[in-house]
């Protein structure tokens, strides 16, 4: 089968036109626009092979600060590597300082080269210890630790002079002593003293016969709150009324037979004798139900007639006062049973008015003791070690700038279920009423109080996230020939504030620390290499392993 082909089209000459000279002219422009370029690229290999061929090199940004130094301008010889002239510089003339010639491990601070076990290295003109024990207080509670590995301390930050230091805007400060304290900050909620509250309700249902007191107001341990009629409680006042007229009749009809001896028979004066006990057994049973509803029995009422009988059981309870004024108004019942203040304080809560009908179960008034308050803590198990009873606490109530002081008196023996803290509670003076039941804030468990703890400023400490350095200008920074280094101290922290840190190793009172612009020291040492400095760049190890470079392993102490 022969394959189908396309019919031939017939070639046609091109009509004359001037297409190819905009082509050349095209590319000519091109060629043209690529000479700025080339010319550009020769003056930079030009330029890259004058340079090479005189040794220029790209300067370092600490030479670029450098650069003008008055060492720089007489075209001394420079460190390039430490940024100060190489005739001064400590790093490569070892023997310019003594500070580091083998690094020690303080195990009791956890620092290296730590200035309280070796004062030599104490860089204030009069060494000065801390004046507590700061041991004590570093394995009081788990704290940030160094790691031994860590050698950045090995490094010294110097400068070409005073001046030069100066340029910097690195600010300095003594290593003081002030007070500081240690302590748990927990959150917190007040409520009222359990032991100087009470709930008052009635002893017997009845209605509200009157109500005297409003809440709010202050009150006497004895003051009468209320009065509740309750015909129980008349039903108890009445037999107890009949079972002393009772007991008087027996009684007399005893004595009579008794003083007839020998007139009447025996066996009647025992029969005598045996109501005469029965009817004193009703009067104690008749007793006891009145004291169960609460009420206080004077003492003689077997001796008083009925009608002096009567007014007292009417009176039960209620001050002489109030009972000759309630008298009067010819209103008053047998059924009375006065609600009393066992206490001194003032009604919080009050649900109660006259002519209501109340139950046994409900609570009609509220009394607390407002001079003082509970606080309750909330603390995290894992901190439950560092408790203890009378510890002080300070306690800062949401809204207030004021912290109050009190001590914990209980701690919970069980972890709360939901929670998972410990409750701790703590007591209150609350003298002048600010403190209020069921308000929130946050509270302080002092763990550690030091009058004259050993600070720092805040902005002093850096951290490379191995270890804690703060950094320690060499006292003799000032004096004329002597090197201007700031040594790479690590430290302990302990307690802090807003503006301070406590140091409790790695240095002493009276020495100068780098503070604000600090962190450009940290940088230095960042761009360091691991264990370059001061022993000749070797990498020592700790506890006894083999160290780099001829050096020697790290000793403890």
Known sequence: MTALQSPAVPETSPAPSAAP???????????????????????????????????????????????????????????????????ICVECNKEKTPYCKVPRWCKEHGVYECPTHHTELAQAATVKLPQYDTVAAINLMDRTENNSRCKKFLRLIQFESVEAFD??????DVVSERPMLESLRVNGELGYDQKQLAHLSTRSAGSVWKVFKQLGEEIKAGDVLALVDAAEVGKAKS?????????????????????????????????????????????????????????KLPDG????????LTRTLQCLGIPNELCEELGQSRTMTMNLIPII??????????????GEVVQPEK?????????????????????SALLSPNQKVLFKPDGSKKEIEGR???????????????????????????LKANGFGSGQIILREEPKAVTVPIEALQSDGDCQIVFVRDKGFLKGNAPKVFYARQVRVGAANDTHVELLAGVLPGEVIATKGSASFRAELLKSSFGEGCCGGHSHSHGGQESKGGGHAGHEH
């Not at 340029?167 to 300095?172: E, P």
């Not at 020998?262 to 139900?289: C, D, H, N, T, Y």
């Not at 009422?301 to 002096?308: E, Q």
Request: hydrophobic share 45%; aromatic share 6%.
């Open 21 to 87: 000279m905009p082509a050349r002219r095209s590319w000519f422009v091109s060629a043209l626009n690529t000479v700025p370029t080339i010319v550009t690229l020769g003056l930079l290999g030009s330029v890259a092979w004058f340079g090479h061929h005189w040794g220029w090199k790209l300067p370092k940004s600490t030479e670029l600060r450098a650069a003008t130094t008055a060492s720089a301008e007489k075209g001394e010889e420079w460190c390039s590597s430490h940024n100060v002239p190489e005739k």
């Open 239 to 295: 037999e107890l009324s009949r079972s002393i007229v009772h007991w008087q009749l027996r009684k007399k009809t005893y004595d009579s037979l008794k003083n007839s001896t020998g007139i009447v028979p025996e066996r009647q004066v025992r029969e005598a004798e045996s109501a005469l006990e029965e009817a004193q057994i009703a009067i104690v049973s008749a007793q006891q139900a009145l004291v169960n509803m609460g009420f």
């Open 408 to 434: 914990i008196t209980f701690i919970s023996p069980a972890v709360d279920d939901q929670t998972r803290t410990l409750k701790v509670r703590a007591v209150l003076a609350n003298e002048d009423r600010k």
């Open 363 to 383: 609570v009609l008034l509220t009394l607390a003791d407002l001079d003082q308050m509970w606080l309750t803590l909330h603390v995290r198990q894992e901190d």
């Open 301 to 308: 009422l077997s001796g008083l007639d009925a009608s002096r």
């Open 341 to 354: 203040a066992p206490q001194d304080g003032i009604i919080v809560e009050m649900d109660v008015v006259a």
């Open 167 to 172: 340029k910097m805007g690195v600010d300095v």
